[in-house]
């Protein structure tokens, strides 16, 4: 199935180093377009790290080493990107805590509309409206769209940054263990969510979590110590491993 | 492990000594309000409020020191402004563009805090002998330059301390959704701290509107009301000083109730901007 579908993103040598410490080491693996993609592995073996050097995150951090190449549609983002914020607009991310900007929930929606310089009433209502109901919030936030975005619950900040990020119309979808910290029905929430926003969009989930790979995964990166063990469609990771590491997490060895 | 009785007792008296330690704060806070009430209201009066001095004013005469008042408060708010403009955009290049070159972060601190401690005395000689020789005279204008420049130390620290707290993940939140570092600059980061910033602002106002000694030469100190920058002003301390140390004890309660005005008015400003900062505080992200 994989060798239909369009790579999105293309990592090759990839090599991530903070101070010291060799954090990703010769990273290679491809990102299938308008699939979810699960990066899996036990904790510190550098999921965050790989996801966030794919929109340069890593660039807040002091004393980061990168070496490789990463190709967003097939241009390198770490050469002759003319743009960083045009890149990284292309990408939605979620992070394992929701982190509402500090302004009401409808100004959350549209800050990503307002700093690309659209400042219609009209227009950004109607667009804040459609963002909130993609993110499934809509009917919980329509009659207080002006409070603060501190006032919703956990799993609803978390929907609102989802919906945040839709409104930057992004290519990608990068989510950071989105549902660690919300109970499981706002979890459920979210994963229905994704599993219908993959028509639209590639998306990129970082988990633990086995089970929650296995309900929604396509194609499985699995990482160990910073080092790709394996990558397949999910239902060969899950039914025909090949590598003794991989066998041996799935049997929960080690977590 | 130790016994519960003893953790206990432990508890017990470290409650107690922060009681101690606050009731002494109060206590003080409340004598000097006192001291000021009971030897300001007897010698506060209309005509202090609203007139210029008199001649003979300073012998007990007729008069007021309504020069003080105004020229205080332009000062402190002319400083005021002048070192926001300074110290806003400082503190946050400093916790958002240069977020990750921690030792710069901390060279710039250091610097900030040994301006801080220099003592307003040697900003006011400072700015006098410069004045001195460009040849110019004591003025409202050298006096808000002055002074913005000794609060500004104080203000960037405070803005900082608030600009500190914002957590990474707000940052990353915000870079990830296409932001410059200017946007993120003002409209996250400041918007996530402003009841600090206003807390440093009036901080700032306080320390600009109570000191002395920075005003001294470059403000200078005159019987009128100032018309333009370019002319000299009376403040309110100065004028505490003046009247205090006159032998006539009339004069001298007079003093106490210019100490009276000059709290009065640092009141009136820190409730105004308690007010501002509540308005805000229920967007902050935690
Ligand atoms: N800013 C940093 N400075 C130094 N080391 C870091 C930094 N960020 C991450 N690391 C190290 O990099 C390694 C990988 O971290 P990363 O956050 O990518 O792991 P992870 O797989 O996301 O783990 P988890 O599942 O616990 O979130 C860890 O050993 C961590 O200690
Ligand atoms: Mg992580």
Redesign the interface.
């Known amino acids: 199935m994989l060798h239909m579908t369009k790579e999105k993103i293309h990592i090759e040598n990839l090599e991530v180093s903070i101070g010291k410490e060799h954090i990703l080491k010769n990273i290679n693996c491809t990102i299938p377009e308008k699939k979810i993609t699960v990066i899996l592995g036990p904790s510190g073996c550098g999921k965050t790290t790989l996801l966030k050097s794919m929109n340069r995150l890593t660039d807040l951090y002091s004393d980061v080493k990168i070496n490789g190449k990463i190709e967003l549609n097939g241009k390198n983002i770490y050469n002759g990107i003319s743009d960083i914020n045009d890149l990284r607009r292309k990408m939605g991310l979620l992070s394992q805590r929701p982190a509402p900007l500090p302004m009401n929930i409808f100004n959350n929606v549209a800050y990503g509309l307002k700093i690309s310089g659209r400042r219609k009433k009209r227009y950004l209502r109607l667009r804040v409206e459609h963002y909130l109901k993609q993110a499934n919030l809509w009917d919980e936030v329509k009659d207080r769209l002006y409070s603060p975005a501190n006032s919703l619950s956990i799993g609803q900040q978390q929907r609102l940054c989802l919906a945040r990020g839709l409104a930057v119309d992004p290519e990608l979808i990068l989510a950071d263990e989105p549902t660690s910290s919300l109970d499981p029905i706002s979890s459920q929430a979210i994963e229905n969510r994704l599993m219908e926003l993959k028509n639209h969009y590639t998306i990129i989930v970082v988990t633990h979590a086995l089970r929650q790979a296995r309900r929604i995964a396509d194609y499985i990166i699995f990482l160990y110590l910073g080092e790709i063990i394996e990558q397949c469609e999910a239902s060969e990771f899950f039914n025909n491993p090949k590598n003794e590491i991989t066998k041996a997490y799935l049997r929960g060895s080690f977590n | 492990m130790k016994n519960s009785k003893y953790r206990k007792n432990e508890e017990k008296i470290f409650i107690m000594l922060m009681q101690a330690s606050c009731g002494i704060i109060l206590l003080i806070m409340g004598l000097i309000l006192l001291t000021i009430l009971r030897k300001g209201i007897p010698a506060f009066s209309w005509e202090i409020l609203t007139s210029v001095p008199k001649g003979g004013f300073y012998f007990g005469g007729e008069g007021g020191i309504l020069n003080a008042i105004i020229g205080s408060i332009y000062l402190a708010m002319g400083a005021t402004f002048i070192a926001l403009i300074i110290s806003l955009p400082t503190a946050l290049f400093l916790n958002v563009h240069l ?4 030792k710069l972060q901390n060279a710039i601190r250091l610097f900030i805090d040994i301006l801080w401690g220099i003592p307003s005395v040697v900003y006011g000689s400072f700015a006098f002998t410069i004045m001195i020789y460009f040849g110019l005279r004591a003025s409202l204008i050298a006096g808000i330059l002055t002074v913005a420049v000794f609060i500004a130390p104080i203000m960037i620290r405070s803005m900082d301390e608030t600009l500190k707290t914002v ?14 570092k200017f ?1 993120i600059s003002y ?2 980061f400041f ?2 701290c402003i009841p600090g910033m206003v807390t440093a602002i009036l901080l700032s106002f306080g320390r600009a509107i109570g000191d002395a000694a920075s005003v001294l030469f470059t403000t200078g100190f005159t019987d009128n009301i100032p018309k333009s920058l370019t002319q000299p002003a009376a403040t309110l301390p100065l004028s505490i000083f003046f009247q205090l140390t006159s032998p006539i004890p009339e004069v001298r309660e007079r003093a106490y109730a210019a100490a009276l005005i000059l709290t009065i008015i640092i009141l009136l400003i820190s409730i105004t901007g308690r007010g501002i900062s509540l308005r805000y505080m ?5």
Not at chain 2, 167 to 180: D, F, Q, V
């Open positions: 977020r990750k070159y921690r957590p990474l993940i707000l940052y990353e939140a915000a870079t990830s959704l296409g932001s410059t946007e409209k996250v918007k996530q229920n967007n902050q992200i935690k």
